[in-house]
C-alpha cells in the first residue's frame, strides 16, 4: 500500500489542506478565530473553475479564486471587528451563505448539473518525461501542480514572517493584546487587513488546487469539510512546524481511506470516510491533553471545573 504513488497522492492531497492551515493559523496568531475557511476554500474552488472555464487561462482562474477567498474573508472580518458579530456565528453565516451561493449557480451555469467541468485553463502538471530525469523524488513528483509546491515555499516562508519580522511581530502581538499593539502605535486596522488578505491568498490558492488540480472540476460542496479539518490541524500547537504535521496527519488518513475505497475490503464507505475525522478528534484530545499538562496546577483545575 505504501508505495511511491500513495506518497505523491498524499502529497496531493496535503497541498489545499496545508494553504488552508496555514491561513487559519495566520489568524489565529492575530485573535481572530476564523472558522468561514471552509466557505472561503468553496468560494475559491468556485471562482476558480468559472473563470478557467470561462478564459482557459489558469494564472487569472488562481487570482479569480485568491479575490472570492479575500471578500468573503473581508465579510467575516468586517462583521466580527466593525460590527461585533461573534467570531462564531459570523464565520458559520459565512459558511452558509458560500454553501448556498455556490451550489445554486453552479445548478444554473451547469443547466441543473451539480459539477462544473473545466476543460481548459487547468493548472500545469510536472510532466511524466520531466520527472523522469529526477532521481530519487522522480515519481513522487510526476503530475503535481505548482500550487503543490509553492504550498511548502509558503509555509516556510510564513515561519519566517511571523518569527523574523516586525509584521510577524505584530500579528502575534495582538492576538496576546489589542491595547499593546495599539499603544506601541501600530495600526490594527492594517494588521487586520494584512492578516485577511493573506488568510484569502491562501485559502484562494487552496481552493483553486481543489479544483484546477487533480478535479479540474468544481461540484457543489466540492470541499467535503476539509476546512474545518484545516482549522483542527491549525489548532494544534498553533505554529507553522504543528500545522504542517497535522496536515500530513490528515492527508495519509485521507490517502489511506482512497486506498481502502479503492482496494475491495468489504468495509461500508461510510465508515471508511469516517477515519480522518476520528484521527481529527484523538490528535485534538492529545494536543490538549499536553498543553494542559503544561498549565500551573492551580490554573489546570480552574480549568477542569469549567
Same mark, same amino acid.
Do not use: H
Given at each position: 500500500?505504501? @508505495?511511491?504513488?500513495?506518497? $505523491?497522492?498524499?502529497?496531493?492531497?496535503?497541498?489545499?489542506?496545508?494553504?488552508?492551515?496555514?491561513?487559519?493559523?495566520?489568524?489565529?496568531? $492575530?485573535?481572530?478565530?476564523?472558522?468561514?475557511?471552509?466557505? =472561503?476554500?468553496?468560494?475559491?474552488?468556485?471562482?476558480?473553475?468559472?473563470?478557467?472555464?470561462?478564459?482557459?487561462?489558469?494564472?487569472?482562474?488562481?487570482?479569480?479564486?485568491?479575490?472570492?477567498?479575500?471578500?468573503?474573508?473581508?465579510?467575516?472580518?468586517?462583521?466580527?471587528?466593525?460590527?461585533?458579530? &461573534?467570531?462564531?456565528?459570523?464565520?458559520?453565516?459565512?459558511?452558509?451563505? %458560500?454553501?448556498?451561493?455556490?451550489?445554486?449557480?453552479?445548478?444554473?451555469?451547469?443547466?441543473?448539473?451539480?459539477?462544473?467541468?473545466?476543460?481548459?485553463?487547468?493548472?500545469?502538471?510536472? $510532466?511524466? @518525461?520531466?520527472?523522469?530525469?529526477?532521481?530519487?523524488?522522480?515519481?513522487?513528483?510526476?503530475?503535481?501542480?505548482?500550487?503543490?509546491?509553492?504550498?511548502?515555499?509558503? %509555509?516556510?516562508?510564513?515561519?519566517?514572517?511571523?518569527?523574523?519580522?516586525?509584521?510577524?511581530?505584530?500579528?502575534?502581538?495582538?492576538?496576546?493584546?489589542?491595547?499593546?499593539?495599539?499603544?506601541?502605535?501600530?495600526?490594527?486596522?492594517?494588521?487586520?487587513?494584512?492578516?485577511?488578505?493573506?488568510?484569502?491568498?491562501?485559502?484562494?490558492?487552496?481552493?483553486?488546487?481543489?479544483?484546477?488540480?487533480?478535479?479540474?472540476?468544481?461540484?457543489?460542496?466540492?470541499?467535503?469539510?476539509?476546512?474545518?479539518?484545516?482549522?483542527?490541524?491549525?489548532?494544534?500547537?498553533?505554529?507553522?512546524?504543528?500545522?504542517?504535521?497535522?496536515?500530513?496527519?490528515?492527508?495519509?488518513?485521507?490517502?489511506?481511506?482512497?486506498?481502502?475505497?479503492?482496494? &475491495?475490503?468489504?468495509?461500508?464507505?461510510?465508515?471508511?470516510?469516517?477515519?480522518?475525522?476520528?484521527?481529527?478528534?484523538?490528535?485534538?484530545?492529545?494536543?490538549?491533553?499536553?498543553?494542559?499538562?503544561?498549565?500551573?496546577?492551580?490554573?489546570?483545575?480552574?480549568?477542569? =471545573? =469549567?
Amino acid at each position: 500500500m505504501f @508505495d511511491l504513488q500513495f506518497f $505523491s497522492s498524499t502529497l496531493t492531497t496535503v497541498a489545499p489542506l496545508l494553504l488552508a492551515a496555514l491561513g487559519a493559523l495566520l489568524c489565529f496568531r $492575530s485573535g481572530f478565530f476564523n472558522i468561514a475557511i471552509e466557505g =472561503q476554500l468553496l468560494v475559491a474552488a468556485f471562482a476558480g473553475a468559472i473563470v478557467a472555464k470561462a478564459t482557459g487561462d489558469p494564472l487569472l482562474a488562481v487570482v479569480a479564486a485568491c479575490v472570492a477567498a479575500i471578500v468573503l474573508g473581508a465579510i467575516v472580518t468586517v462583521a466580527t471587528f466593525v460590527f461585533r458579530v &461573534d467570531a462564531i456565528v459570523a464565520g458559520i453565516a459565512a459558511n452558509l451563505l %458560500a454553501a448556498g451561493v455556490t451550489a445554486l449557480l453552479t445548478r444554473q451555469l451547469s443547466g441543473g448539473s451539480s459539477s462544473i467541468v473545466v476543460s481548459e485553463g487547468r493548472l500545469p502538471r510536472v $510532466s511524466a @518525461d520531466v520527472a523522469d530525469r529526477i532521481p530519487l523524488v522522480g515519481g513522487l513528483i510526476a503530475g503535481q501542480t505548482p500550487l503543490v509546491f509553492l504550498a511548502f515555499a509558503l %509555509a516556510l516562508a510564513l515561519a519566517w514572517v511571523l518569527k523574523r519580522t516586525r509584521t510577524g511581530l505584530a500579528i502575534r502581538a495582538l492576538g496576546e493584546s489589542v491595547e499593546s499593539v495599539g499603544g506601541a502605535g501600530i495600526s490594527v486596522a492594517r494588521i487586520r487587513t494584512t492578516v485577511t488578505v493573506g488568510c484569502g491568498i491562501l485559502c484562494g490558492l487552496a481552493g483553486a488546487q481543489l479544483a484546477l488540480g487533480p478535479a479540474t472540476s468544481f461540484s457543489v460542496g466540492m470541499t467535503n469539510g476539509r476546512g474545518f479539518t484545516a482549522i483542527v490541524a491549525a489548532m494544534i500547537g498553533t505554529t507553522v512546524a504543528s500545522a504542517t504535521l497535522g496536515t500530513f496527519l490528515f492527508g495519509i488518513a485521507e490517502a489511506v481511506g482512497l486506498r481502502v475505497q479503492l482496494s &475491495d475490503t468489504g468495509l461500508p464507505q461510510p465508515v471508511v470516510q469516517m477515519v480522518p475525522y476520528i484521527l481529527a478528534l484523538i490528535v485534538l484530545a492529545a494536543a490538549s491533553r499536553i498543553a494542559l499538562n503544561g498549565v500551573d496546577p492551580v490554573q489546570r483545575r480552574i480549568l477542569r =471545573q =469549567q
